[in-house]
């Protein structure tokens, strides 16, 4: 008897890791991590992170942060698609906006929990094919990169209901082929030009 009581206590005060996908309500309410050396203190309560400054790399620990929704990594220099975001698994919204990328890699496609994708005004002149694997994705922002490539794999994204283009000069055909690829996306275009043609 004193065993069993003994393991039951034991249970008790172990400590649960919560692993899982959080609701837009409740990522909105979570609280925001600033700090990397605050969040470290208690890696498995913090849902959202945010880290601007000049980081060109993401600091390692942070793949500490197991249960990570949402990572804000805007207004950094970042030139490449950080390298090990693939084993944040439970990222659901990541944002990139304003760093000095000029492509967004074959990594983008691991983060197949991904509802919100923000790329917008950084360098990317091509998505890659694998971002047609984000099969939860609901948002795409990439205004203001020079994009001329974008994938026949963005069919793939049944669940994509808004897509920023602006501020990029999209040729009117080029339009209607990613209109074609995304029948069912409100897409954001700037004044179409007859570049190139």
């Not at 919560?18 to 609701?23: C, F, G, H, R, V």
């Not at 049944?158 to 999209?170: A, E, F, H």
Request: hydrophobic letters at 40%; proline letters at 5%; a positive charge.
């Amino acid at each position: 008897m004193k065993f069993k009581v003994c393991l039951f206590l034991l249970v008790l005060n172990t400590p649960v890791l919560y692993a899982q996908l959080l609701d837009s309500v409740a990522i909105s309410r979570a609280d925001v991590y600033t700090s990397l050396k605050d969040a470290l203190k208690t890696p498995e309560d913090v849902y959202v992170l945010r880290l601007k400054g000049k980081l060109a790399k993401v600091p390692k620990s942070v793949y500490k942060l197991v249960n990570l929704n949402k990572l804000d990594l805007s207004n950094n220099k970042f030139v490449d698609f950080p390298k090990g975001l693939e084993k944040l698994e439970f990222l659901q919204v990541l944002d990139l906006e304003r760093n000095k990328m000029e492509f967004l890699g074959p990594g983008i496609g691991e983060l197949t929990n991904l509802v919100d994708l923000n790329i917008g005004k950084n360098k990317i002149q091509g998505l890659a094919p694998e971002i047609g694997k984000l099969h939860r994705l609901e948002r795409l922002i990439a205004w203001g990169n020079p994009l001329s490539y974008f994938p026949e794999t963005l069919a793939d994204l049944k669940k994509l209901s808004q897509m920023d283009l602006r501020v990029i000069q999209i040729p009117e055909g080029q339009q209607k082929e990613i209109k074609g690829l995304l029948p069912n996306t409100s897409i954001l275009f700037s004044i179409s030009c007859n570049c190139g043609n």
